[in-house]
């Protein structure tokens, strides 16, 4: 069955770095793309960008371009979320979710982000 | 970009009761509209793509409908399950927008 495996919680500082994996499994990798959601607590669903798994080029909404990064690791089927200099405001959970066209179709369990002084 | 507004943003239904939650586009999007639920601590889960297609395993008593710029979600018998907060997504055009939610519960 199709799955997305997304790495555990994260506690960081302002100003840290944060890497968060999904992990895919259940289809070949490389056939859609994988789409990366920001929930912030209590909030709605918001798009960051999608990374193209064939190819490993990255596209990033507007709020998302600068600190955000989006990479691969195709040989384990894995695609990355880094945060850079993190923000009061990053704190949230961060969801990927295969990309079937322009639809999220699967999606990983998310990685709650906490950023704490 | 294309604002996703959905209504209401909570609602209380009976078991068996009929529920409907709307979503309207700023644009029209030609049916590029999914529906997701999502329960407390968990991922979304893709209910309806294609405004009115039913995703694999999803319950037949979820039905979407719609076109042009105004879509709906209709639930025909609400189950205890059913509880959790109601999400639209146009996938017309990037970047892809969600509507803000519609809670879901018991009453």
């Known amino acids: 069955q199709i799955q997305l495996v997304q790495s555990g919680p994260e506690l960081k500082k302002p100003g840290e770095s944060v890497k968060i994996s999904c992990k895919a499994s259940?289809?070949?990798?490389?056939?859609?793309?994988m789409y990366w959601v920001k929930q912030a607590p209590g909030q709605g669903l918001q798009y960051m960008g999608w990374?193209?798994?064939?190819?490993?080029?990255?596209t990033y909404a507007d709020d998302f371009k600068g600190r955000f990064v989006f990479f691969l690791e195709t040989s384990a089927s894995t695609a990355y979320l880094q945060i850079n200099n993190l923000k009061n405001e990053d704190m949230a959970t961060y969801f990927c979710?295969?990309?079937?066209?322009?639809?999220?179709?699967?999606w990983g369990q998310g990685v709650m982000v906490t950023v704490s002084s | 970009d294309i604002q996703m507004t959905q209504s209401p943003a909570s609602l209380s239904a009976s078991l068996g009761e009929t529920v409907t939650i709307q979503c309207r586009a700023s644009?029209?999007?030609?049916?590029?509209l999914a529906w997701y639920q999502q329960k407390p601590g968990k991922s979304p889960q893709l209910l309806i793509y294609?405004?009115?297609s039913l995703q694999d395993g999803v319950p037949s008593r979820f039905s979407g409908s719609g076109s042009g710029t105004q879509y709906s979600l209709k639930i025909s018998s609400m189950q205890t399950e059913d509880e959790g907060v109601y999400f639209c997504?146009?996938?017309?055009?990037?970047?892809?927008?969600f509507g803000s939610g519609t809670k879901l519960e018991i009453k």
């Open positions: 979710a295969r990309g079937n066209w322009e639809l999220p179709d699967y």
């Open positions: 259940g289809y070949t990798f490389t056939n859609y793309g």
């Open positions: 990374i193209n798994t064939e190819t490993g080029k990255p």
């Open positions: 644009e029209d999007i030609y049916s590029g």
């Open positions: 294609g405004a009115s």
């Open positions: 997504q146009q996938g017309l055009k990037y970047p892809l927008t």
